[in-house]
């Protein structure tokens, strides 16, 4: 299972504001754009380094659970290897290019696949 270039994903309830300020600040570079609508996820940094996607959500959980980890799969043997590990399932996109599970003590991460679900399902 690689890990090339991990992602953190940072729910919030508007991207575009949240993407400014860190732009402002100088912490990380948000791809300059003219408008981002409100439902859109931003990318903060570079997809070829550590980056980070701030991401809309109509409900956010507690503080604390706003962050999560995604990790990229190589092959559908990543996902049998990750429920070694302790990984549980927990959603699936219905196109089956992510999936989201909670590890051993219930940390929810993202698994982002570059297989269809026909190909393997969890």
């Known amino acids: 299972m690689a890990v090339a270039h991990p992602t953190l994903v940072v729910s919030v ?3 575009s504001t949240s993407a400014r300020t860190a732009r402002s600040n100088g912490s990380c570079d948000a791809a300059p754009r003219a408008s981002i609508a ?3 996820s931003v990318l903060l940094g570079r997809r070829d380094a550590l980056h980070v996607w701030v991401s809309p959500a109509e409900e956010l959980a507690p503080v604390g659970g706003r962050v999560h980890l995604d990790v990229r799969l190589d092959r559908p043997a990543d996902l049998d290897r990750l429920a070694a590990l ?3 399932p927990c959603w699936q996109d219905p196109q089956g290019r992510w999936r989201v599970y909670a590890d051993a ?3 929810l991460f993202c698994a982002v696949t570059g297989w269809t679900t026909e190909l393997h399902s969890t």
């Open 38 to 40: 409100e439902s859109e």
């Open 86 to 88: 302790g990984a549980v």
């Open 105 to 107: 003590e219930g940390n």
């Open 13 to 15: 309830r508007s991207p």
